[in-house]
């Protein structure tokens, strides 16, 4: 299937690592240009070397500064935007009961604020084009609020509603916004929860992995590229009808539909 993605520009944010950098290249793949966005920015700009055209560019989203030096890096490079994919860290693992004001306004910066910042000046550009792909990089958690991560299940559940309502507000333009929703992809942040579930629990992390595996129905953890080539799906043109929607990438680890 041609994704009709050649020589459009995608900025993939936090793709230095994760899931992140498993889309940035299933979208080089498919030929289009990538701008490889994290902190460090050497790290980034050896990743994009490392790709057939793309551009590595240092930012942190949550700095007000930071959309516009990855926006202008962007066009700076190719001339325009076409996708955007919006990802980022996840807060720590926390219980409901345990966060704090402080924190659980961090989380809606890094999740939601940050999110809408980049796609403000990005957003105009497509619909004058009349072509345009939105999709955030979310969690099973938007489906299913999952135990010990408030603050992730918080500020991921509150990027899906101004999705969606942005969705319906710019479909008419031909520009789609869709979330994809990852299980247990074996990614160094699942590495880290399994970790910490692990001294919560007092068990081996072997052990707590072992479990998380048998509790999916594929009964393994997806590989980054199993999940890169569903994102390059929902971002190319055959996709075009596709919006306002969150497909879940689990290995159908949630079991409602």
Wanted: proline residues 6%; contains cysteine; charged residues 20%.
């Amino acid at each position: 299937m041609d994704l009709g993605l050649d020589g459009r520009t995608a900025i993939v944010c936090a793709s230095t690592g994760g899931l992140g950098r498993a889309v940035a290249e299933a979208l080089a793949a498919e030929g289009a240009n990538i701008v490889v966005t994290g902190r460090r920015g050497d790290l980034a700009r050896e990743i994009a070397a490392g790709l057939p055209r793309a551009v590595g560019v240092a930012a942190d989203l949550t700095d007000p500064a930071g959309p516009a030096t990855v926006t202008d890096a962007a066009v700076a490079a190719f001339g325009q935007v076409d996708v955007l994919v919006l990802n980022g860290p996840g807060p720590r693992p926390a219980r409901a009961d345990e966060i704090g004001d402080e924190e659980l306004a961090a989380a809606m910066d890094t999740l939601l604020v940050a999110h809408q910042r980049l796609i403000k000046p990005i957003l105009p550009g497509m619909r004058n084009r009349g072509w345009g792909r939105i999709l955030a990089i979310g969690s099973s958690g938007v489906a299913a609020p999952l135990p010990d991560l408030a603050l992730s299940n918080a500020g991921r559940a509150a990027l899906a509603a101004y999705l969606k309502t942005l969705a319906a507000e710019v479909a008419g333009d031909g520009v789609t916004v869709n979330l994809l929703l990852p299980g247990r992809i074996a990614t160094e942040r699942v590495g880290q929860l399994d970790a910490a579930r692990a001294r919560k629990v007092g068990r081996p992390v072997e052990e707590v992995a072992a479990r998380s595996r048998a509790s999916i129905p594929a009964g393994r953890y997806g590989a980054p590229a199993e999940f890169g080539a569903v994102a390059a799906f929902l971002c190319g043109g055959p996709a075009s009808y596709v919006t306002g929607t969150a497909v879940r990438c689990d290995g159908g680890l949630v079991r409602n539909l």
